[in-house]
């Protein structure tokens, strides 16, 4: 029995910290590291996906 009302304290702290973060804005994005692509990546990328791309070179 004890193990239950351990895994249900569990529970309610879990559900009060997201409570407290969701009110932080904390998943909206704000806190999300900003990063730079990589242009030579990313081109190569689309050049794989575009057929019509490929054919013409």
Known sequence: MSG???NK???VAKK?????AVQQGF???RFQEK?????KKE?????AR????R???
Do not use: F
């Open 35 to 39: 990063t730079v692509k990589d242009k």
């Open 4 to 6: 239950k009302k351990r």
């Open 43 to 47: 081109m190569k990328k689309r050049w």
């Open 50 to 53: 575009n057929r019509s791309g």
């Open 27 to 29: 998943y909206d994005g």
């Open 16 to 20: 009060l910290q997201r409570k407290l």
């Open 55 to 57: 054919e013409e070179l």
């Open 9 to 11: 304290a569990n529970e």
